[in-house]
C-alpha cells in the first residue's frame, strides 16, 4: 500500500470516527431529555416541547457531519433509501443504542438522585391490554417521522432547505402529545432501551416498540422510494 492509499484509508476511518461521536452526542441528549423530562416528569406537561427543542438543537449541529440520524430506525430507513453506505448501519446503530444506554444511566444514578427521585419516583409503564394500541401507535408515528426525514432531509427536490430540523422535531412533537400516554411515544430504538434501563419499561415489552418501530420505518422508505 502507497502512502497516499495509507492516507485516504486513515482519512476515512477518522470521518467515521467523527461522524459515530455526533451520532451519540445527538442522541445522548434526546435520550437525556425524555429521561429526565418525560420519565421522571421534570418538565411535567412540557416535556414534548422539550424532547423536540432538543431534537431539533442537535439536527441541525449534527447534520452536515453524520447525518443527524440519531435513531437506528431512520439509519436503516435512510441505508434501504440509498443515502447512506450499508457499512454505516451497524456501527452508526451501535452508537446510537450505547448513547441511549449511558444517558438513561446518567439520568437515574447522577441527576434525578436523592430527594429529587423521590419527589419525581417513576411510574412503570403496563402495556397489558393495550398491546394493539401500542404497536399501531409505534408503527404510524415512526412511519410519519421516517417518512417526513425522507422527504426533507434526503430528497434532492428540498436540497438545502433550512426547515428540516423543525419539520423532524415537530413530528416527534405531535406524536408525543397525541399517543405519548398509549405507547410512551418512543417511534425510536435507543429511546426505547433508555426506557427499559431507566426502568419505565420492563424488559420483555421492549419487543412492543422495536418491532413496530421497524416495520414503520421500512413501510416509511418503501413508499419513498416508490414516489420517487
Same mark, same amino acid.
Given at each position: 500500500m502507497d502512502v497516499l492509499s495509507t492516507f485516504y484509508l486513515m482519512s476515512d476511518e477518522s470521518d467515521m470516527n467523527v461522524k459515530l461521536i455526533t451520532e451519540f452526542i445527538g442522541t445522548y441528549f434526546l435520550c437525556l431529555t425524555i429521561c429526565v423530562a418525560g420519565v421522571f416528569g421534570l418538565s411535567g406537561q412540557n416535556a414534548p416541547f422539550a424532547i423536540a427543542g432538543t431534537l431539533m438543537?442537535?439536527?441541525?449541529?449534527?447534520?452536515?457531519?453524520?447525518?443527524?440520524?440519531?435513531?437506528?430506525?431512520?439509519? +436503516? =430507513?435512510?441505508?434501504?433509501?440509498?443515502a447512506c453506505e450499508k457499512s454505516e448501519v451497524v456501527p452508526y446503530a451501535l452508537s446510537q443504542l450505547a448513547a441511549g444506554l449511558i444517558a438513561a444511566l446518567i439520568a437515574a444514578n447522577l441527576i434525578v438522585t436523592g430527594s429529587i427521585s423521590e419527589d419525581y419516583p417513576i411510574e412503570m409503564f403496563e402495556p397489558s391490554g393495550m398491546e394493539t394500541s401500542i404497536i399501531v401507535s409505534e408503527i404510524l408515528f415512526t412511519f410519519a417521522l421516517v417518512f417526513v426525514i425522507l422527504n426533507v432531509a434526503t430528497s434532492e427536490s428540498n436540497e438545502g432547505n433550512g426547515y428540516y430540523g423543525a419539520a423532524i422535531a415537530l413530528v416527534v412533537l405531535a406524536g408525543a402529545?397525541?399517543?405519548?400516554? +398509549? =405507547?410512551?411515544?418512543?417511534f425510536n430504538p435507543a429511546v426505547s432501551l433508555s426506557l427499559v434501563v431507566v426502568g419505565k419499561m420492563a424488559a420483555a415489552d421492549l419487543w412492543l416498540h422495536l418491532v413496530p418501530q421497524l416495520l414503520g420505518a421500512g413501510a416509511a422508505s418503501l413508499v419513498f422510494k416508490w414516489n420517487i
Amino acid at each position: 500500500m502507497d502512502v497516499l492509499s495509507t492516507f485516504y484509508l486513515m482519512s476515512d476511518e477518522s470521518d467515521m470516527n467523527v461522524k459515530l461521536i455526533t451520532e451519540f452526542i445527538g442522541t445522548y441528549f434526546l435520550c437525556l431529555t425524555i429521561c429526565v423530562a418525560g420519565v421522571f416528569g421534570l418538565s411535567g406537561q412540557n416535556a414534548p416541547f422539550a424532547i423536540a427543542g432538543t431534537l431539533m438543537v442537535m439536527i441541525y449541529a449534527g447534520a452536515h457531519i453524520s447525518g443527524a440520524h440519531y435513531n437506528p430506525a431512520v439509519t +436503516i =430507513s435512510i441505508w434501504i433509501r440509498g443515502a447512506c453506505e450499508k457499512s454505516e448501519v451497524v456501527p452508526y446503530a451501535l452508537s446510537q443504542l450505547a448513547a441511549g444506554l449511558i444517558a438513561a444511566l446518567i439520568a437515574a444514578n447522577l441527576i434525578v438522585t436523592g430527594s429529587i427521585s423521590e419527589d419525581y419516583p417513576i411510574e412503570m409503564f403496563e402495556p397489558s391490554g393495550m398491546e394493539t394500541s401500542i404497536i399501531v401507535s409505534e408503527i404510524l408515528f415512526t412511519f410519519a417521522l421516517v417518512f417526513v426525514i425522507l422527504n426533507v432531509a434526503t430528497s434532492e427536490s428540498n436540497e438545502g432547505n433550512g426547515y428540516y430540523g423543525a419539520a423532524i422535531a415537530l413530528v416527534v412533537l405531535a406524536g408525543a402529545l397525541t399517543v405519548g400516554s +398509549i =405507547s410512551l411515544a418512543s417511534f425510536n430504538p435507543a429511546v426505547s432501551l433508555s426506557l427499559v434501563v431507566v426502568g419505565k419499561m420492563a424488559a420483555a415489552d421492549l419487543w412492543l416498540h422495536l418491532v413496530p418501530q421497524l416495520l414503520g420505518a421500512g413501510a416509511a422508505s418503501l413508499v419513498f422510494k416508490w414516489n420517487i
